[in-house]
């Protein structure tokens, strides 16, 4: 089964996140996010999630540069072209430097229209292109942004054990916070934590993060410079805590890289970052031929990426809970009309075709209502 795709729309939209969240590149109270629709030659629709932030802090794609790349660069390279598998949209791309979201938000798309022609749901698809299966539910863990006292950091904990979030990351953004994290590491002996530094550390605290290795300390994520693998390198010599790469790593080279410099243990993997499924299928299987710990991240998606980030994170083998939270823990008013929801510290997986969600009448409308830009 082959397709082309005939029309391509864009609808961005402004979502209210119910808590602001604080990380160290920025403070994130509305996210805006795109929604792409593919519409192919037999009328079915496929939908993605253009997933840069408003600003260029976290990576150098924004909305508004990722939209034009789509419109103006990425969108006409399929005109008119048959495609037989979803692979092939990166091979398409690969001519095109960086802009790994902008593909992706093209790439996911196309992945959930070749899932519904062939009448299954996406988490099957890709569990079959990596010959393993897809769980039914799916362990999860919480992201809590940086919280400068400690009672409002251990509410938090408390909070997210109570709904029962089966590993527990919290956002550091200076060595005062890190010492509270220390103290909470003291206090919940019985629930996994991981730390993520948002490049906001740098080797003159090697000692500092050296020192707060725990039992219950999974992982420290990020703690340097973004694009650096050497200082990275050299703290890992340094410290017992896996080290895990988020802001660094793009593409496969970089895996490789941090690899091979013995960088980090763990990789934590977003579809949006690193271009699509098919770049994430490859990073995966590099990762478990080389006993890297990868784990499926996430940034604050709406639905649609919710949805495609869970297809992925269902993986059998990919069994460390990844940051896809339940709906309700982000937007009060999502753009899909159904909620993920916990239930055991889990997520289940939609059964229906593709993504297995659908978009509200009131987004599908305004989507169709664009005008193609293919
Ligand atoms: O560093 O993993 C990150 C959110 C936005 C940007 C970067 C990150 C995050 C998170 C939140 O940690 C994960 C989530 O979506 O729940
Ligand atoms: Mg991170």
Redesign the pocket.
Known sequence: MSMKIIEMHLLPVKLQLKNA?V?N?ET?SRREVSIIGLKNDTGIWGYGELEAFSTPY?TPETQRSARLIIKETLGPLLKNVQIYQPEEITNIFSEIAGNQMAKAAIETAVWDLFAKIQKKSLAVLIAQKIHTKSRRNVPVG??IGAKSSFAELKNAVISANYQGYQRI?I?VTSVEELNLIKKILQVFPNSTFMI?A?SSFSLKIASKLAEITAPNLVMI??PLRTTDFVDHSILQARITTRLCL?ENIFSLDDVRTAYTLKSAQAI?LKLARVGGIANALAIINFCWEHGLLVWC?????AGIGRATNLAVASLLGLDFPG???ASSRYYSKDVITSEFMLARGMLSVPLGLGIGVTLTPKYQQALQDTTSFL
Not at 297 to 301: A, H, R, S
């Open positions: 969240f990380s590149h994130v976290y919480i992201s990351k956002k993520d948002n994520e990020q988020d934590n991240g996430g940034m604050l998606e940051d896809i939270s």
